[in-house]
């Protein structure tokens, strides 16, 4: 099945620093979405990016699909974006959902 | 607000007891799910459902038993689980746009289960 890497595994950054995480894949891919999952365990879609960029607000998104990975961009960043942050994909089946492992971000006051 | 319940929030339970979480969805997609997650770990996935029917089982242990009575309702059902079943369980939804092909899957807040 589809290898989904995550960079970096934990982040710490002060507020109104930016920030990269990354997300490679080890195939093709037909749906990519990147999810915030706050600290009480919601999981919240931040992005559908099989392709292209994206933007919301301050978080941003681009997906090169022949380079097999996709960023997340958050500028100025702020103590509630703290939490854990998942790019998700699938290769071939419809309907199974490969999660990397995460990266875990804290935003200090 | 979420677009997908579950109830209940949270859960405790003893190896011998019977239990069972609910979720439901009125988005009108016809793709439901069940992920359980543990502490610091990604979800890992169950079960799926497309139009009712049962698509995926991720050899899950008989203990757990989804039903899908309808196009809006998803339950688990729980017996004779172990404390290592202690997890938080997500449910999902998801519908496919036929003019775009995305597929977004949308998550409930999740069942936090204890068993005792």
């Known amino acids: 099945g589809i290898q989904v890497e995550q960079s970096p595994p934990d982040l710490i950054l002060q507020e109104g620093a930016n920030s990269t995480l990354r997300c490679n894949f080890s195939?093709?891919?037909?749906?990519l979405q990147w999810f915030h999952q706050n600290p009480w365990g919601q999981l919240i879609n931040l992005f559908y990016?099989?392709?292209g960029t994206k933007q919301n607000g301050r978080l941003s998104a681009t997906t090169v699909a022949t380079e097999r990975y996709s960023l997340l961009y958050i500028s100025s960043s702020q103590t509630t974006d703290s939490g854990v942050y998942f790019c998700?994909?699938?290769?071939?089946?419809?309907?199974?959902?490969?999660f990397g492992k995460g990266t875990l971000l804290t935003v200090n006051p | 607000d979420t677009e997908v319940t579950q109830t209940p929030k949270h859960l405790v339970m003893g190896m011998t007891n019977k239990k069972s979480l609910k979720c439901e969805q009125h988005?009108?997609?016809?793709?439901m799910y069940w992920y359980k997650q543990k502490a610091k770990k990604p979800p890992e996935l169950m079960f799926v459902?497309?139009?009712?029917?049962?698509?995926i089982n991720e050899s899950v242990p008989s203990r757990f038993s989804p039903e899908c009575p309808n196009s809006s309702l998803l339950n688990l059902h729980l017996h004779a689980l172990q404390p290592e079943d202690s997890a938080l369980y997500l449910c999902?939804?998801?519908?496919?746009?036929?003019?775009?092909?995305?597929?977004?899957?949308?998550f409930g807040a999740g069942s936090r289960l204890t068993v005792l």
């Open positions: 998700a994909t699938r290769g071939g089946s419809n309907y199974k959902l490969t």
């Open positions: 195939d093709s891919v037909n749906n």
């Open positions: 990016i099989p392709s």
């Open positions: 988005m009108g997609h016809r793709a």
């Open positions: 459902y497309s139009y009712e029917k049962l698509s």
């Open positions: 999902a939804s998801s519908h496919k746009n036929r003019a775009t092909g995305a597929n977004v899957l949308t």
